[in-house]
């Protein structure tokens, strides 16, 4: 899901060192989508071997994760399961979306507007069976543990967080605050520097406390729940029309209770103000009742470096930057072989 809160949610900038020997639940789909999105060629083609199977989300997962590793941080992604009946309109808009993107796509190649064909192309992304299990088995060879959730990933990443296994969840989505994630970390995977205008930037990973929130925003979790609903969740998308976070929350600090919140909604509905086009009491069973899985088996497997160099090689990698990257784990853990000798 993709909550429209931002402008309203307090964070701080944190070290990627202050994650060192931590533990995060990486809601999975959220990264692999963004892998697929952003690593690709200025005209929006993404990385591809020489059969022309996509590999963009191979590159991404393998030398992000690598840098995170290296950092100190354990890793377990989480991956979607069965997506809620009411989630299909969302995925309606979206397909729709891409249908356009696509269309314009082709005009901006036609055109020869690289630019263009490169703003759209990264609107086109599809995330299927074969990229998911190809995903899930370099992952596991890297060392990462690997759980499929029932229902949202980001709902099952959050259950684990909250019940003390890991110190955060991470996400560049803000559903795992409502799914009751004590700390969510954002920016994790994303490269460390971005070309802009101007020159590079760094990009820091940002840490949102849930607590925090609640405090600065003067609310509970039950009216913070009620503010993604009124502003938009993947189970109403686009939320009342007219009403975004900051006239949400001022809703929210003057009715208090759910049932109060949304009957003034209802009132200004009938005076022309709002359209309500969503049951909010069956959004809301959802968000506080996700579908997880209470008896979750978190197993770091043996991070298998030939497994790695034989998934990535098969795709064209070069055998130079994996040995590299494999060369730094290796040093890495012959450290600690030294350190507990010692």
Known sequence: ??????????????EFSDLKGKTLAVDAFNVIYQFLSTIRQPDGTPLMDSKKRITSHLSGLFYRNMSLIIEGIKLIYVFDGKTPALKGRTHENRQEAKDIAAE????AKSE??????????????????????E????????????????????AQASFICKSGDVYATASQDYDCLVFNSPKLIQNLTLAKKRKTVSGFIEIKPQMIELKNVLNELKINHEQLTCIAILSGTDYNPGGVKGI????????VLENKTKEKIFEAVEKLEKEGKYTIDFDWKEIYELMAHPDVSKDYKIEFPKINFNKIKEILTEHDFSEERIDTQLSKIMGLMEQKKQKTLF
């Open 135 to 154: 995903s899930k088995e370099l992952l596991k060879a890297m060392g990462i543990a690997v759980i499929q959730a029932p229902g949202e990933g980001e």
């Open 104 to 107: 314009k796509y082709e005009q």
């Open 112 to 133: 020869h507007d690289v630019e263009g064909m490169g703003r759209y192309a990264r609107q086109i992304v599809h995330l299927d069976k074969e990229k998911i299990e």
């Open 244 to 251: 975004g976070p900051k006239k949400a929350l001022k809703l």
């Open 1 to 14: 899901m993709g909550l429209q809160i931002a402008d309203i949610i307090p964070r701080k900038e944190i």
